[in-house]
């Protein structure tokens, strides 16, 4: 006679990385959770040290997004700090500020059909590299609300069954910034271009630096998985994009002014609460390039 196995619960089982790590010596790091996200301080971003400067690269691979307290860049500043990590992005449909290429306007208030990027994604997914990272400077916050949320996107993958990593591993997707770009910024004099990127990427990728496996699909840019039938694409995205919006996998940031968020785009997902309506949220965001998700 089959017996019935006991009911238990199956749900994710996240992994904690260990903390037996080096502490740091030119910054202070205090983690926000433990899967992702840690406030920095002992630093200005405007004038880092290189010593701070390698633990801030060390800081941000080992939780994913770091979070800056009291930061007075110039705009000059907050490109050049950006550059420290590589050759800047320059985004394919957003506003840029003071005539720097770099240097995105994110603003929404009263009059804002939506708020730049309030469903989960990555950014500028659809590029064929897409970004390494953001930096988001935040200037003028609402009184409250206007958090945004950060989630990990190798716990995600590593809390998959091991039958659904051996099923998704090796299919790639198309991400397509049609959809999210089109007619988005015309309130700031923006015109569209004739056409938006899109690009084909695996869907579970591995890390250039940390070597780690993520999942690469998000619900704002990725549109089908290739090579199955439509349906099964649309069931499996919808079970990846739910699976990975887990609480268990975030973090959350609530902004005040002069406060700066550095996400990894390979391997951390987003989210901006636009809660706040109709009061005001401005800053600027600088973006390092990536390279092709491998």
């Known amino acids: 006679?089959?017996?019935?196995?006991?009911?238990?619960?199956?749900?994710?089982?996240?992994?904690?990385?260990?903390?037996?790590?080096?502490?740091?010596?030119?910054?202070?790091?205090?983690?926000?959770?433990?899967?992702?996200?840690?406030?920095?301080?002992?630093?200005?971003?405007?004038?880092?040290?290189?010593?701070?400067?390698?633990?801030?690269h060390r800081a941000l691979a080992e939780n994913l997004v770091i979070f800056f307290r009291e930061q007075h860049m110039t705009p000059e500043q907050h490109l050049a700090f950006g550059e420290r990590f590589g050759t800047l992005h320059i985004h394919p449909a957003a506003p840029t500020e003071g005539g720097h290429a770099g240097l995105m306007i994110i603003k929404a208030d009263r009059d804002s059909p939506r708020a730049n990027g309030e469903g989960w994604h990555s950014d500028v997914s659809c590029d064929e590299e897409p970004p390494m990272g953001s930096i988001l400077y935040i200037k003028q916050c609402p009184p409250v609300g206007g958090d945004t949320l950060f989630a990990n996107m190798y716990a995600a993958y590593d809390a998959l069954s091991e039958r659904m990593k051996a099923y998704i591993d090796g299919l790639t997707a198309v991400h397509d910034g049609e959809e999210n770009y089109r007619g988005t910024y015309a309130n700031f004099g923006v015109k569209d271009r004739p056409a938006y990127p899109r690009a084909v990427h695996p869907v579970v990728r591995t890390h250039p630096v940390t070597g780690k496996k993520a999942l690469f699909v998000n619900k704002g840019f990725t549109r089908r998985i290739l090579d199955i039938p439509l349906d099964e694409s649309t069931g499996v995205l919808a079970y990846l994009f739910e699976h990975m919006a887990n609480p268990l996998f975030q973090c959350r940031f609530r902004w005040r002014e002069n406060s700066v968020a550095f996400w990894d785009n390979r391997c951390a997902q987003h989210r901006a609460m636009w809660d706040y309506w109709p009061a005001t949220r401005y800053g600027n965001r600088v973006t390092v390039k990536g390279d092709r998700p491998v």
Not at 20 to 40: H, L, M, Q
Not at 41 to 56: H, R
């Open 1 to 56: 006679m089959n017996q019935i196995p006991n009911p238990r619960w199956t749900g994710p089982r996240i992994k904690h990385e260990s903390t037996t790590a080096a502490p740091y010596g030119a910054i202070t790091v205090e983690k926000v959770t433990p899967i992702i996200g840690a406030e920095i301080s002992g630093v200005d971003l405007g004038n880092p040290t290189e010593a701070q400067m390698a633990e801030i």
